[in-house]
T-cell receptor, first 111, second 115 residues
Framework: DQQVKQNSPSLSVQEGRISILNCDYT??????FLWYKKYPAEGPTFLIS?????DKNEDGRFTVFLNKSAKHLSLHIVPSQPGDSAVYFC??????????FGKGITLSVRP | ETGVTQSPTHLIKTRGQQVTLRCSSQ?????VSWYQQALGQGPQFIFQ???????GRGNFPPRFSGLQFPNYSSELNVNALELDDSALYLC??????????????FGNGTRLTVT
């Protein structure tokens, strides 16, 4: 039973345009959500997070939106750059502090 | 500031053997978590250690065991290896398991292949 779902395996966008990566979750006990980026042969790198008491968090080109009623979050990257090409994982956690990850989405930013 | 380091980077073992993977946590971090990432999947939580004690475990059998040492480095041991254990094993450290402002910092992983 997948509690964190990233239903699109890949996304391709043009450099300079917006990338929107989506994530859905099923567990109502999750109260903190994170996005990680992973390049080949490297470990995941923390990108941005959001608490369940907020609906938006912004850090430079990256913004995460949380819709608790829909159990949906999204990561917006604008403008997208070729260096953003990587696998992006959505993750969620609750009181037990363990992270539950989605399967990831491969983002390709075309020059 | 030294990040999370894992050794070895790659390992090939035979079914039934035992393996030990090692992890040095980032300076100032007292919590270490281990994750298994199978091909095409997201990382799956194995267990977490906080100040040398196990502090949570995922759905992995007892043949997956671990240790955390006084310097907060950690080991993951897997006994009686099975073909399905082939995966990337990721170690992550954080300042405190309860601190949401301290996200996990991952190492580059150990790629284990079981033949």
């Amino acid at each position: 039973d997948q509690q964190v779902k990233q239903n699109s395996p890949s996304l391709s966008v043009q450099e300079g345009r917006i990338s929107i990566l989506n994530c859905d979750y099923t567990n109502s006990m999750f109260d903190y959500f994170l996005w990680y980026k992973k390049y080949p042969a490297e470990g995941p790198t923390f990108l941005i997070s959001i608490s369940s008491i907020k609906d938006k968090n912004e850090d430079g080109r990256f913004t995460v939106f949380l819709n608790k009623s829909a159990k949906h979050l999204s990561l917006h990257i604008v403008p997208s750059q070729p260096g953003d090409s990587a696998v992006y994982f959505c993750a969620a956690t609750g009181a037990n502090s363990k992270l539950t990850f989605g399967k990831g989405i491969t983002l390709s930013v075309r020059p | 500031e030294t990040g999370v380091t894992q050794s070895p980077t790659h390992l090939i073992k035979t079914r039934g053997q035992q393996v030990t993977l090692r992890c040095s946590s980032q300076s100032g971090h007292n919590t270490v978590s281990w994750y298994q990432q199978a091909l095409g999947q997201g990382p799956q939580f194995i267990f977490q250690y906080y100040r040398e004690e196990e502090n949570g475990r995922g759905n992995f059998p007892p043949r997956f065991s671990g240790l955390q040492f006084p310097n907060y480095s950690s080991e993951l041991n897997v006994n009686a290896l099975e073909l399905d254990d082939s995966a990337l094993y990721l170690c992550a450290s954080s300042r405190d398991y309860n601190d949401y402002n301290s996200p996990l910092h991952f190492g580059n992983g150990t790629r284990l292949t079981v033949t």
